[in-house]
Nanobody, 126 residues
Framework: QLQVVESGGGLVQPGGSLKLSCAVS????????IGWFRQAPGKEHEEILC???????YYFDSVKGRFTISRDNAKNSVHLQMNSLKPEDTAVYYC????????????????????WGPGTQVTVSS
């Protein structure tokens, strides 16, 4: 059975960095689409990026230039490097997996992915 687990969240000061990880079991990540979402208190889920492969990633404006996704195919996992963090980045971050390559992944809602993890809390505060 496919399982998704995020890790690496925590408390960081504004301007700092944090690296999240997403471990996937039961499915080869390079066969599908990866999405990262976040949900701030009182707000809807927000997609921040989606990735089809190592060369095709779509970053949303809110994180473009600050966040970077990388893949570890040997461990079937992905990492989200978050730099220059801002208080508005505070949210629960979710990794999602779609079992097919979906070219227009930037239009997908979280519940249109096949699986997602329980999330990891990121708090940016001084």
């Amino acid at each position: 059975q496919l399982q998704v687990v995020e890790s690496g969240g925590g408390l960081v000061q504004p301007g700092g960095s944090l690296k999240l990880s997403c471990a996937v079991s039961g499915f080869a990540l390079d066969s599908g689409t990866i999405g990262w979402f976040r949900q701030a208190p009182g707000k809807e889920h927000e997609e921040i990026l989606c990735s089809l492969d190592t060369t095709t990633t779509y970053y949303f404006d809110s994180v473009k230039g600050r966040f970077t996704i990388s893949r570890d195919n040997a461990k079937n996992s992905v990492h989200l490097q978050m730099n220059s963090l801002k208080p508005e980045d505070t949210a629960v971050y979710y990794c999602a997996v779609k079992k097919t390559k979906y070219l227009y992944c930037g239009n997908l809602a979280l519940n249109e992915y096949d699986f997602w993890g329980p999330g990891t809390q990121v708090t940016v505060s001084s």
